[in-house]
């Protein structure tokens, strides 16, 4: 072997150890980055549950049956065209694509669908907490004039009882009862069903360690998610729905909004002046999915909702770069939607 | 052994002898009658097909599932509240319980949406010929004004061609075409989800040899129907669907129906005085699953459509026993449906 053989090959020894170190040193730092996002991602939301049953209204597989017929019943509305299914369709990741929900007679509803995927857990359902829970939002949807529209409770206990599938299946999911066909126990049962609507996406398969779950743009999206200060509102394995907050800290919301009008928000509830522009913080998980946004639809493209967000809530000006990564974190939180949930069920013929 | 014993045990044999004999005289009569009237039933109705293709249309995996996907598309009607599933949900057999179906912003079509289950071999679409196959129904639909309402074929390609996911699902769906996303493809893949959808019932199972598959008064029924005439215009393995026919041969239907006002039918198209109340024969599949009944949805229960079809269309007065036993034999045509059609598809998200 000559030198200048060897001169060669000391040359690329070099080489390789020059670029396994980097590389090594590189994929070591990257792995500790993981690591510690994994760890502060932990802290802020995590992990999701299975399901979310409540100790009122446990999970049962008879009122899960139950309970997903009921959510596509049209029968029980006064013009024949409203179920649960109609503003929550799975298709479009039950939400329905509205700026405002349509319920019976094309009625506009006040405000915009949110989705009922890992919706269950939130301190209250819709915006205003003027619905407890998703089993008082189904108990006041019937009637509610511009949902299903129906006169009373019990015009809707009077076509459930007239199907003798149904009154099977209620006596099934509340057994012992005497006439378990109440519009409670309807409730009960469609909250059930909806209790167990939880989505695993990429960021929980992230948050359990699989750094590879999520893209590198993703990564810095969650990074500037918790730095910038949004996880201050939506936290929690849902992102959100834990707590109210005024929409519009630092400026108005319609300023940026193309809103119709303003909504006063909780004030139409509690009619206390410091209520005023106060809305529940959304849920995020699979906001990618759900367009439009905001309370009143009035918003189509998720960057610019971010944008709108940082702007009003936190004082910031996000540069584009800022709210694409924000975007594609919130991607990752595009879930897996259960085989059961996506599956029609089939009704009790009308007798 | 005394001889009390011997005439006892005699008496026993003797009485065990007759009871044998009778029985297997009336199970081997049963069985005739059973394989009589399942080789009359084959003739008049013959055996459901898997799926209904046509040469201008053959079904493939990718334009059945571009095509499903479609038919749950929401964002393509001119108030975002119209789909094919909105008038043919899977839940209530694909029909909408309706009297006449309710499109964009609570339109009232014409009449009653028939059920999109065994459809698709049909000589048209729809009640009065104005539709010629299911591509031509699902076509004409996005622009129908009652219907989806949109204002060209062009606004639908738009809308579609602004997803991603949809360009890359009919590039698969029609490999090779330049420019796939068209209407007719459109109208093409929807179709061929359409022709997936046949519902085998109890009565196929009796028609391919099962004498159990169906009740005796269902079998009762089939005679009926068979004797009465109903065949005449209820054949094919989808029981209708296969001719043109004056709604009151006998006697104008309104004379017994609950009818807002006399539809002229397939006048409508023609223009023609012989085609005044002349209406496509329905398809009886799942007929128990889908009131209220006829092109307008103006009777509600099944045993009196039933009455009213042999007193206009033959001129019999039918008997309680009569109507009972028909609808009956009609309550096993409620089929199966297929687990791929019951699944609702996840849409691509609007960008």
């Known amino acids: 072997m000559n030198t200048g053989i060897r001169i060669q090959q000391r040359a690329l020894l070099n080489a390789f150890i020059f670029f396994a170190v980097v590389s090594f040193g590189a994929s070591a730092h990257a792995a500790a980055g993981d690591q510690d996002l994994i760890k502060k991602a932990g802290q802020v939301f995590g992990p999701l549950p299975q399901s979310m049953p409540t100790e009122q209204n446990p999970i049962t597989p008879a009122k899960v049956k139950l309970g997903k017929m009921l959510f596509y019943e049209l029968r029980i509305s006064i013009d024949g065209t409203v179920s649960c299914a109609k503003c929550h369709p799975v298709s479009l990741y039950a939400a329905d694509g509205l700026k405002k929900a349509k319920g019976n007679n094309c009625k506009e509803n006040p405000r915009n669908a949110p989705s009922i995927f890992n919706s269950a857990a939130q301190i209250s359902a819709h915006w205003i907490g003027n619905r407890t829970s998703v089993e008082d939002q189904a108990k006041q ?6 949902a299903f529209g129906m006169p009373s409770y019990e ?14 299946l209620f006596q099934d999911a509340f057994p012992g009862e005497k006439d378990p066909v109440t519009i409670d126990n309807f409730a009960k049962a469609i909250g059930a069903f909806e209790r167990t609507l939880v989505t695993p996406a990429p960021f929980d398969d992230f948050m359990k360690g699989n750094a590879g779950a999520m893209t590198e743009q993703q990564k810095k999206g969650l990074k500037t998610f918790l730095d910038t200060g949004c996880m201050t509102c939506h936290f929690s394995p849902y ?8 929409f519009g800290v630092f400026e108005p919301y319609w300023n940026y909004t193309k809103s119709e009008k303003v909504d006063d928000g909780r004030f139409a509830v509690t009619k206390k002046e410091e209520d005023k522009y106060i809305f529940k913080v959304p849920v995020l998980r699979n906001v990618s999915m759900t367009p439009p946004y905001f309370h009143d639809g009035s918003v189509d493209k998720l960057d610019q909702a971010v944008w709108i967000m940082a702007k009003t809530q936190l004082g910031k000006d996000l540069t584009k770069q800022e ?5 594609a974190f919130l991607s990752s939180l595009t879930g897996r939607i259960p085989d059961d949930a996506a599956t029609a069920p089939i009704l009790p013929a009308m007798e």
């Open 323 to 327: 709210t694409g990564d924000l975007a």
């Open 239 to 246: 992102a959100g729905g834990q707590m109210y907050q005024k």
């Open 141 to 146: 949807s019937v009637t509610g004039p511009p």
């Open 155 to 168: 015009s809707v206990e009077h076509i459930l009882k007239g199907m003798k599938g149904y009154v099977a």
